[in-house]
């Protein structure tokens, strides 16, 4: 046997006729077990989920004929308010599967006094209640359930969603357009929509029994997780951001199929991440949604892992007393062995020049010590290329430094560029300090370390105050050195002591003949005489500036129109006065406060500037500037800014007269009238 293969031998001893019969065995046991029990596995899951979509379907579809039927009979009579409130109260309370129904209007379409009507009729702890729908927080004429039906003419079901207007629970709404014969011809008149809560959805899905830990949910035709027995994702979490979240292709492709309306079985990963399951899914006609199965493949696959193991487990024990037979064959082959043991030893060292023993045992063996001495020479040589690519790398590193100082010398270069952008804006407080009559104060908060929006101030003459907030299009230095420009051009011209709307347009001609780059910037310049309260301005597309007077109410400054600087040659600006009284402030904004939002999507808005302004009524400029910056950014949290940021607040403290607002026809127009080049952007006016 010594000179025989070391093959031959373990292959005698160890891998017997015993051994490869029992590999066989297993493998084909557990591929034929597996095949049969996910077979049966995929039949009952999508036997389950057939009848559950049934048990679904049967629902909804009853809950459909409640509002068509409504529908039929509102096209074909007009029923009295009261008539109406009692057939909706008793439609409600008779149809199990309706949560709550409402026929709402067109404005005026029920009362010729009333905007909104819409009586809702709805079920909450276990009592009918009524109340009707509408107002300015419940706008429902611009909702999907309401606008849909409203211009497609068709019946939808809508995504799911919280109902804040109606029963405060988490619903889906079928909505139906009714129409009235005018003339002779069908004119719409308002949409009956009907509410099914998703609590009933969840009882009927968590009925599904799963094997132990196997569940059910539903799935909308948009991928948003209706139902299911993890509360955290439904709502809040769709087929597709999980399988963003988790980066698997296979859940994605899942997911379009499922919001495609098709039926099958998958392998995939189990939702909450925690072992394999096999997904089986089916479509709803209804409303388009899918009910899918979770079953864990661990679960599933118990029986022929147990099984296996069994076997795994006599096949271990056999191989043992195998191995033990052929331990003292073993050891008469490891004697060359350990020599070329001891020279790999010396080799280790560092001593490449170590001899490797001959070797007159089994062929394999000396094939192992002549391919260790192959070993031995490359080993040499990859000694000598691996110094040489040291030293590459050595270069390499010395260039990847040298780019740092580069990249260093840029942020320095920017952070100068800070400092100098800064600088040119006035930053000392007060600004006046010998006027007790004015209290100005502003700040500018870049996005980048440079921006593009601006404030200034400066005294026209010994009574009047001008004042000018702007944005650039864009951000970065190409808009800090725009901003710069439009900067140094308003002040030269307004300091000529014109009024504002002549300012804009002659500022907006410099800016027009030059404008390579095509960028345009936002403006609102106002001039306050400080004796009688009189402001006069003109905006060229900047947000509309909020005055808050002194008894804490926030109103807007009328509309001027004009579009912003550098957009069009040949532009209009007309102007406004209004007066100011003691303690009122004027509020200059960029549009950085209003559209900075959260990392969900949620904007500032107008809405939450006024009321945090408010907050600030008779307090100083200063003060009121950094409250509203410090609830911008306590909105934002941690989103970080997406554009820049500029707000201006001027405080009358002398007395003034009763408020009145009178428009002065100030249009002027730009010497040059010639129309904007063709690849000049067109930009809108807020204002």
């Known amino acids: 046997m010594r000179r025989r293969g070391i093959a031959l031998q373990l292959g005698v001893l160890i891998l017997g006729g015993s051994a490869v019969v029992l590999a066989l065995i297993v493998a084909y046991n557990y591929t034929t077990a597996r095949r049969i029990i996910v077979r049966q596995a995929e039949e009952n899951a999508g036997n389950l989920v057939a009848n559950t979509v049934g048990r679904v379907e049967t629902v909804l579809r009853a809950a459909e004929k409640v509002p068509e039927g409504l529908a039929q009979v509102l096209a074909e009579s007009s029923y009295p308010e009261a008539q109406l409130l009692e057939v909706l109260g008793k439609t409600v309370e008779r149809n199990r599967e309706v949560y709550g129904l409402t026929v709402a209007y067109e404005p005026y379409g029920a009362r010729a006094d009333a905007e909104y009507f819409a009586p809702y009729y709805y079920k909450s702890d276990g009592k009918l209640r009524f109340k009707f729908l509408g107002g300015e927080s419940y706008r429902y004429f611009f909702m999907d359930w309401y606008q849909i039906p409203r211009h497609t003419g068709r019946s939808i079901w809508t995504e799911p969603y919280f109902d804040e207007g109606g029963g405060q629970v988490v619903m889906s709404t079928y909505a139906v357009p009714f129409y009235r014969t005018v003339e002779g011809q069908p004119r719409f008149a308002g949409v009956i929509a009907a509410n099914v809560s998703l609590d009933w959805l969840e009882t009927i899905t968590s009925s599904m029994q799963l094997l ?99 076997m795994v487990l006599i096949g271990g024990v056999g191989s043992l007393l195998l191995v033990l037979v052929v331990v003292g064959a073993l050891r008469s082959l490891s004697r060359p062995i350990w020599a070329l043991a001891q020279a790999s030893e ?71 560029a800070a400092g100098i952008q800064q600088s040119i804006l006035p930053r000392t407080f007060p600004p006046f300090p010998e006027r007790t009559d004015l ?113 804490g109410e926030v109103e807007r400054l009328p509309r001027t129109g004009g579009i912003a600087l550098g957009a069009l040659e040949g532009a209009e600006y007309l102007a406004r006065r209004s007066r100011v009284q003691q303690g009122d402030t004027v509020f200059v904004f960029s549009d950085g406060v209003t559209e900075s939002m959260t990392t969900d999507g949620r904007f500032f808005g107008e809405e939450r500037l006024e009321s945090a302004l408010a907050r600030f009524a008779g307090a100083p400029a200063a003060e009121m500037v950094e409250g509203v910056v410090a609830a911008v950014r306590e909105f934002a949290g941690a989103q970080p800014p997406h554009d820049d940021l500029a707000v201006l607040a001027v405080r009358s403290a002398q007395p003034r007269q009763r408020s009145s607002t009178e428009e002065i026809s100030a249009r002027t127009r730009c010497s040059s009238a010639t129309p904007s080049s063709p690849g000049r952007r067109s930009i809108g006016s807020p204002m």
Not at 268 to 296: I, K, R
Not at 363 to 385: P, T
Request: hydrophobic share 45%; charged share 25%.
């Open 346 to 416: 010396e080799i280790a060292r560092g001593n490449f020049d170590a001899a490797v023993p001959r070797v007159d045992s089994p062929r394999e063996v000396a094939q192992l010590a002549d391919a260790f001495a192959g070993m031995q020479r490359e080993l040499k040589r990859y000694i000598r290329d691996l110094e040489e690519s040291s030293a590459a790398r050595e270069r390499a590193t010395e260039e990847a430094a040298r780019l740092a100082l580069e990249r260093q010398a840029l942020q320095r270069e920017l952070d100068i």
């Open 439 to 551: 209290d100005v104060f502003a700040a500018m908060i870049p996005a980048r370390e440079v921006g593009g929006d601006f404030y200034d101030f400066f005294l026209v003459d010994r009574r009047r105050l001008g004042f000018v907030v702007g944005d650039v299009s864009g951000k970065g230095v190409p808009a800090a050195i725009f901003m710069a420009l439009s900067r140094t051009l308003l002040k030269a011209t307004a300091l000529h002591g014109l009024p504002p709307g002549e300012c804009l347009s002659r500022v907006n001609r410099l800016l027009c003949r030059e404008n390579g780059s095509e960028m345009f910037v936002t403006v609102f310049y106002g001039i306050l005489d400080a004796e009688n309260g009189i402001l006069e301005y003109a905006n060229a597309g900047h947000p509309a500036p909020l005055l808050l007077r002194r008894s």
């Open 212 to 310: 132990s830990s196997g569940y059910a949910f539903l799935v909308s035709h948009n991928g948003m997780i209706v139902t299911h027995p993890d509360a955290r994702l439904v709502m809040n979490e769709s087929i597709f951001s999980l399988a963003e979240t988790r980066r698997d292709a296979g859940l994605r492709a899942l997911g379009r199929a499922m919001v495609q309306g098709e039926t099958g079985m998958a392998r995939t990963e189990c939702l909450d991440g925690s072992d394999t399951c096999w997904l089986a899914f089916a479509p709803m006609p209804a409303n388009g949604w899918a009910v899918a199965a979770m079953l864990p493949e661990s679960e599933v696959m118990a029986d022929v892992v147990a099984l296996n193991r069994t």
